[in-house]
């Protein structure tokens, strides 16, 4: 498709459970973004990917996140021994290396409930 | 700290009257500023965006305010419409060739627009 594609549209995982979220960019955009928004609360960024160099991990909030991307498309967010407080609509974008005059698109989003 | 603040979570208007979201940011060097506008169960979708060498950008509806002194931009639209209620984002770049690294984005203004 022409846009970010994301998924799952929707999981629903048991607390202590390992969960893998995946996005495809659109085609030709080598930077790559994870955020989440929780319930009430803003975007919070995640992780980013800019071609081959190393990922911005500022944003992951503890050792259980983790983030690839596989031959600078595809990209897997992983979240092991999920917490409830994991709960979020994850939300992937992607964008064209220079982005300020083309902006960034997000896929619909994946939506996390750890119960 | 919060590199980009919107001060208000929520803003209520009447229908036909005008909105007015606010952003203020905390790095001079941003000189390039997004509003992304959020629907319940959707990606955000980019609404509108200014240059630093401009002090207002207007796009239909929506107009946006850039006062570099105060490191303050608004987002005004009007007239405000129903189908406007959603989460607005703030989020100011960096406009130069080449990696601009991660993208921030404020909390966000929750719109309601009454009918």
């Known amino acids: 498709g022409a846009g970010v594609s994301q998924s799952p549209s929707n999981k629903v995982t048991e607390k202590g459970k390992d969960v893998e979220l995946r996005c495809d960019p659109i085609?030709?955009?080598?930077?790559l973004y994870w955020y989440r928004q929780s319930l009430g609360q803003g975007l919070e960024f995640l992780i980013y990917f800019q071609g081959n160099s190393a990922p911005d991990k500022s944003g992951l909030p503890s050792d259980r996140f983790s983030a690839e991307r596989t031959g600078g498309s595809v990209s897997t967010l992983t979240i092991q021994r999920t917490q409830q407080e994991d709960s979020a609509v994850y939300l992937c974008a992607s964008s064209l290396e220079t982005r300020a005059t083309n902006t960034i698109y997000f896929g619909e989003g994946s939506w996390l409930t750890v119960v | 700290d919060q590199q980009v603040k919107q001060n208000s979570p929520s803003l209520s208007v009447q229908e036909g009257r005008i909105s007015i979201l606010n952003c203020d940011y905390t790095n001079s060097m941003f000189d390039y500023f997004l509003w992304y506008k959020k629907y319940p169960a959707e990606g955000p979708t980019f609404l509108i965006s200014?240059?630093?060498?401009?002090d207002k950008n207007e796009d239909g509806r929506f107009t946006v305010f850039l006062n570099k002194s105060a490191k303050h931009l608004s987002l005004h639209i009007v007239p405000s419409q129903p189908g406007d209620s959603a989460v607005y984002f703030c989020?100011?770049?960096?406009?130069?060739?080449?990696?601009?690294?991660?993208?921030?984005f404020g909390k966000g203004t929750k719109l309601s627009v009454k009918p």
């Open positions: 200014i240059s630093s060498i401009k």
């Open positions: 085609s030709g955009h080598t930077a």
């Open positions: 989020a100011p770049d960096f406009n130069y060739g080449g990696s601009q690294g991660n993208l921030i």
